[in-house]
C-alpha cells in the first residue's frame, strides 16, 4: 500500500503538468476551465471524503458551498500554473506553438485513471493509509466507525471454526495500520463474557500476546486488550499469564501497555466459578500476583510493603507502654 502510495503521488505530477505545457505553448486562457474540470473530477475520484457522500448530503446549502469552495480554489490553482506555464514561455520567447489544445488536456487527464487504478481512498482509509494529513484529518471522524465495520466478520465466525482458520482471519485482519482502532473495537465487542466467541478470543489473546506486536509497541496496549478478552475465562488466562510473563521479562520497557498492577490483583482475589481444579486455580491466582509484581517492577513503582507482622507489634507495644 506504501508502494501505491508513492506511485499515485508521483502520476499526479501530471495533472499539474498540463497547464505548465498549455502556457507555456500560448494557448488561451479559455483552457483554465477545461483544466479546472479535470482536477475538479481528480478530486472526486482521489478524494471522495471532500465531497458529500450522499444525494441527502448534496441538497445542503453546507454542502455546495463546501464544493464551490473547492471549485474555486482548483480554479485559482488552474490559473496560476497557466500563468507560471505562460511566464516561462515568455522568457523564453517560445510564442505560440503549433500544438493540439487535446495533448496537454489528455496528459492532465491521463492522471485520474491511472492514479484510481492504484488507490482506493476509501479502502486504503480502512487501513489507516492516507495521502496526507489532510486525509487523514477527514477520515478521523469515521475511523471508529470504519473499524467497527471491519471486525464484523471475525464477529460472525462460528465457535467450531478451526483454530487455524479463526488466528489466519484475526492475523489478516488486523495486519493494518489502524490495528489498534479494530483492536479495541474487538474488545468492547467482547466485552461481556457471557458472549462466547471462545475461538476468536483464543486467537485474539495468542496474536495480541506475539512478540513481534508488543516489542515494536506496534498495538498501544495490547497486553490489557489481550487481558480484557481474556478475563471471565479461567482457560484463556491460563495461557495468556505464560506468554505475559515472558513479554514482561523480555520486554520491560513496554510494560505500559500491560494491565495495572491494581488491576491484576483484583481479578486475582475474585476468579470466576469454574469446574477447574482447587490447584490449578490457585496456581493462576498466584500467577497474576506474580504478574503484577513483574509490572511494578518494569514500571518503577513497585511499593515497599510493609510486613503483615507490623501492624501486630506496634499494637503490642502500644499495650506495652
Not at 505545457?21 to 474540470?37: E, P, Y
Not at 487523514?136 to 478451526?162: F, K, R
Request: some cysteine; overall charge negative.
Amino acid at each position: 500500500m506504501l508502494t501505491r502510495m508513492r506511485l499515485v503521488k508521483g502520476i499526479a505530477a501530471l495533472l499539474y503538468v498540463g497547464p505548465l505545457i498549455a502556457g507555456l505553448c500560448g494557448f488561451g486562457w479559455s483552457m483554465v476551465f477545461s483544466f479546472t474540470a479535470i482536477f475538479v473530477v481528480w478530486l472526486m475520484v482521489l478524494r471522495p471524503e471532500q465531497w458529500p457522500a450522499t444525494p441527502v448530503e448534496w441538497l445542503s446549502a453546507q454542502a455546495w458551498l463546501a464544493a464551490l469552495a473547492q471549485v474555486l480554489s482548483q480554479l485559482l490553482l488552474v490559473g496560476v500554473l497557466f500563468g507560471i506555464g505562460r511566464g516561462l514561455g515568455g522568457l523564453a520567447d517560445i510564442g505560440t506553438v503549433d500544438l493540439d489544445p487535446l495533448l496537454p488536456l489528455s496528459v492532465s487527464f491521463l492522471a485520474i485513471p491511472l492514479c484510481r487504478m492504484l488507490w482506493d481512498a476509501r479502502e486504503a482509509a480502512s487501513q489507516g493509509y492516507f495521502l496526507d494529513d489532510e486525509a487523514e484529518a477527514a477520515h478521523s471522524d469515521n475511523a471508529a466507525g470504519v473499524a467497527a465495520t471491519a471486525i464484523i466478520p471475525l464477529l460472525n465466525l462460528p465457535d467450531t471454526a478451526p483454530d487455524a482458520t479463526v488466528a489466519a482471519a484475526v492475523a489478516d485482519a488486523l495486519d493494518v495500520p489502524a490495528a489498534d482502532l479494530r483492536l479495541n473495537a474487538l474488545t468492547a465487542a467482547l466485552a461481556n463474557p457471557s458472549r462466547s466467541h471462545e475461538a476468536l478470543r483464543r486467537a485474539l489473546v495468542f496474536w495480541a500476546t506475539e512478540p513481534e506486536i508488543v516489542a515494536p509497541g506496534q498495538v498501544s496496549e495490547s497486553m490489557a486488550k489481550a487481558f480484557d478478552i481474556a478475563n471471565g475465562n479461567l482457560d484463556l488466562l491460563r495461557l495468556y499469564l505464560p506468554r505475559a510473563m515472558a513479554l514482561i521479562s523480555a520486554f520491560p520497557t513496554r510494560a505500559t501497555d500491560f494491565p495495572q498492577p491494581q488491576r491484576l490483583r483484583e481479578v486475582a482475589e475474585n476468579l470466576p466459578e469454574s469446574d477447574l481444579p482447587a490447584h490449578l486455580q490457585a496456581d493462576l491466582g498466584d500467577g497474576l500476583r506474580a504478574l503484577a509484581r513483574s509490572v511494578e517492577a518494569a514500571l518503577g513503582t513497585q511499593a515497599v510493603s510493609t510486613p503483615p507482622e507490623a501492624p501486630l507489634r506496634a499494637k503490642a507495644a502500644a499495650r506495652t507502654a
